[in-house]
Structure formats: C-alpha cells, structure tokens
C-alpha cells in the first residue's frame, strides 16, 4: 500500500553510515552542539542510537505515532533526550533542531536515487516530512512538560516557604506575607496562621504585607477572609505594612476595611498589640527614675 | 435522649457541645439553655464547640439564637474553642458569625466575659 515504506527503510539503511555522518556535521554547524554542555562523542553518540532505532522502526510503518506500541522506544528515547537536554538549558528549538536535522542528509539521498522517478520522490520526501515533523514536535512537547514540571515543583516550594508565623511576644503572632497572595496561597497562609493561633493559644495576630506587590480586590478579599477565620477562632486581627500606594489602590477600589485595625508599619502594629494585651514598654531608665 | 451538658461555673455557665447537632438536639439545648439561665442568673455563657469537626450553617444559625437569647435574659454569649478547619469553612461559606463573640479557649473566653460584665457594670452605674 505504502510506495515508501518499500524504499525509505532500504535506503536508510544502505546509506546508515553516510547519513549519520553528515547528520553530526549537520548538528554542528546548527549549534546544537554546545561545548561544555554536551561532549561531541555524546552528540555522535546519541545520533547513531537514533538513527539505528529509526531504521529498526521503520521497516513496519513510517507514519509516527505517540501512543502506538511500533514507536515506543523511539517516543522513550526521543523524551529521555528532550529531558536531559531541558535541563541542560538547552532551548525547545535547539532540542527540536537534533531532529529536524535529519532531513537534509536523507532528502540528499532520496534525490540522490529516486531522480528517475519525480513522483516516488515527492512521496517519499512528503512521508519523511511528516515524520520527522511529528517526532520534533514531540520533543518539544516533552520540553515544554520536563519545564512545566520544574514550575510546578518551584511554585510548591515557594508556597512552604514563604508562610512563616513567627511568635513577637508570647500571645502575640506576626505573619509577614511577601509575594503575590493567590487563592491557594491564601489557603496555605490561613491554615499555617490558624493552627499557629491554637498550638500558642494567642489572641493577636499581625498580618504584614510590606512584602506584597500589588492588592486588588481578590487580595484584599483573601486578607479579609483570613481575619474572619482567626476571628472566628477568637483572635484578632491586625493588618500592618500598608504603603501609601496601596493604601490609595485600596481606595481606589472600593475596597471596606473598616472591619479590620490597619496600620502603616509592623511596629505600629505590634504597639498596638502589646496595648490591647495591656502591656507597654519603657524605657529602662525611666522605670529607675 | 441525648442532652447537652450545662455546667454552671460561678455566675456563667458551660456549655460542651461534644456530638452531632441535629434539630432535636438543639431545640431542647435552647430550651435548657434559657431555663438555666434564668433559674441561676448567669450573666455569660460559654459554648464550647472544640469537639466539633464539622459546623455548617444550620449550627452557625443556632449559635447564633442561642447569643441573641442570651442577650434578652442579660446574659454574654462566647463560643470558645473552634477548630481551624471549621473556621476556613464557615468563611468559605460566607458565615462569620456576626454578633457572637469568640475566644480561643475556656481560659480566655472567661476572661473576655469577665471583661464583658465589668464593663457592663460601670456604664450601667454611669446610666
């Protein structure tokens, strides 16, 4: 049924060596090799494994497919090397390059052999295109998911680490908040501050957003669902680190904080705290004195 | 039938909400709750609701009844001892319980209502 895949596959592999070798040359001239990311003899290396994977496949079928069992070791290299190189730092168009590359050695051979006959040719060039195109294309997908994956991994690291409670003053906690608050976030925040608020038993709680870039109206509702919750639990709730920028955003927006105690810096926020507590602080002399 | 225990604590009274509230159970709580009320003369009470995993707003609602008929009897309602969990989801539900005051635990929710009734005393010998 297929012209193609009576010659393609022959031809690969009468002319293995050749190809091969203008292929590495190929790479080379491309710049996917780059010098102490990736050794030559690797790049030699790893363009033999997939051309004799290639040749070993194609004798039953040439149209690639990612879920089909014939291109499973093909698929499990082409990601291994896709991986590897997302890591490396190599860019999805250079990964992509490795096998796009391939295509000038084989169309110079097909033209080579097949010149007697134009319309074999272009049948052969078009299915060796489609190829090759499907299993670039599939690199670039397994690039793209190996990065989203390192995201993924960091935006969870972030989360735990950047939701410390820190107790000022025994029934006094401060949770200083730095970076942009998401829903999710805001749950992470409300549960570690909650928690906190019981195992301590304190009735204070300063919320500090000196570190928060920017408060529009979805922020703002996740602060104040955070005071609800420790108000619920019978703590109080005191907002501090208001620039005046967001203080005029805030404004701006319609946004009610009247239910809350809003300060401009932590230390106002923590004098507060100590008052409603019925501490103060003095001066060591003056209490000499 | 199950009951709710009222405990009577000097001149408030405890009130350990420790199974499941269902209709019944609350309608006879807030009948108790009143006639205890009245025959002792508390002047707070204190629900604690630290055994309950699960709050919805049918028990917000109780809560709720049971400050404002409180209130009418001269008596300060605190509900002490809610459960973080149950606390992010009475604020996902959008409740957050107006009028009702709240403290962390027994200790402290005491000590607020003792805060409550002096300050009741003075400004009712200002009046």
Request: charged share 20%; net charge negative; glycine share 6%.
């Amino acid at each position: 049924m297929n012209r193609l895949a009576s010659r393609l596959p022959a031809m690969v592999e009468q002319y293995q060596q050749e190809i091969l070798t203008e292929w590495v040359k190929l790479q080379l001239e491309a710049g996917t090799w780059r010098a102490g990311r990736l050794q030559e003899s690797q790049l030699r290396d790893e363009s033999q494994r997939f051309l004799t994977l290639l040749v070993n496949n194609i004798q039953k079928g040439v149209q690639f497919d990612t879920r089909s069992a014939q291109w499973a070791d093909i698929r499990d290299f082409l990601a291994e090397l896709s991986r590897s190189r997302a890591t490396q730092g190599f860019s999805p168009s250079q990964v992509a390059t490795f096998v796009f590359s391939l295509k000038q050695p084989i169309f110079a051979r097909l033209r080579a052999n097949l010149l007697d006959e134009p319309e074999v040719l272009a049948d052969a060039s078009w299915e060796t295109t489609l190829l090759l195109d499907s299993m670039g294309l599939y690199t670039t997908e397994v690039y793209q998911q190996a990065r989203e994956s390192v995201i993924a991994r960091q935006q969870e690291e972030l989360i735990e680490l950047s939701t410390p409670v820190v107790e000022l003053w025994p029934g006094i906690l401060a949770l200083p908040l730095i970076g942009t608050l998401d829903s999710e976030r805001t749950q992470v925040v409300m549960e570690t501050l909650l928690e906190r608020l019981v195992a301590t038993g304190s009735s204070i709680a300063v919320i500090d957003i000196t570190g928060v870039p920017t408060v529009d109206t979805l922020v703002a509702q996740h602060l104040l669902k955070t005071v609800s919750a420790a108000q619920l639990m019978g703590a109080d709730c005191i907002i501090s680190g208001i620039r005046p920028q967001i203080a005029q955003t805030i404004v701006h927006l319609g946004i009610d904080l009247s239910a809350v105690a809003t300060k401009a810096s932590l230390s106002d926020a923590f004098a507060l705290a100590l008052k409603r507590r019925g501490l103060s602080v003095i001066s060591s002399s003056a209490a000499r004195g | 039938m199950d009951r709710v225990p009222i405990l009577r604590l000097g001149d408030c009274l405890l009130v350990t909400v420790q199974v499941d509230m269902h209709d019944e159970l609350a309608m006879t709580l807030q009948d108790d709750l009143t006639n205890k009320i009245v025959a002792t003369k508390a002047r707070g009470v204190l629900i604690d609701i630290s055994a309950l995993e699960m709050v919805d707003s049918f028990i917000g609602r109780m809560l709720g009844n049971i400050a404002g008929m409180s209130r009418i009897l001269d008596a300060q309602t605190v509900v002490v001892g809610m459960q973080p969990a149950v606390a992010i989801t009475l604020v996902e539900l959008g409740l957050s319980l107006p009028g009702i005051r709240t403290a962390l635990n027994v200790d402290a929710g005491l000590a607020l209502l003792r805060n409550v009734l002096d300050r009741s005393d003075e400004s009712s010998h200002v009046d």
